[in-house]
């Protein structure tokens, strides 16, 4: 578990919860195991790009979007420009 784990997975759930979209939903819509998604969340697990891929997606945002303000950046991303149009 490294801290870009913990970030992208806490990135994950907010979003989740921002669309009202449980654990079960978003692996019907991404195909990935719920498993997986739970270590995801609880940053115990490192996503591969291709797993990105497809949360960005599901989630409509940019893969940026997981690992905004992981540098010090001031602004979240959670605005129109991270979203997938």
């Known amino acids: 578990m490294t801290s870009l784990d913990i970030h992208f997975g806490r990135h994950m759930r907010n979003r ?5 979209i449980s654990l079960s939903a978003l ?7 719920e498993e997986i998604l739970t270590s995801y969340e609880a940053g115990e697990l490192c996503a591969i790009i291709e797993h990105m891929f497809l949360l960005s997606r599901a989630l409509d945002v940019s893969i940026v979007y997981f690992y ?3 540098m010090g ?8 420009e991270n979203k997938i149009h």
């Open 68 to 70: 905004k303000g992981m």
């Open 27 to 33: 692996s019907d819509l991404t195909g990935i195991h």
């Open 16 to 20: 989740r919860d921002e669309l009202s």
């Open 73 to 80: 950046e001031e602004n979240e991303a959670d605005g129109e």
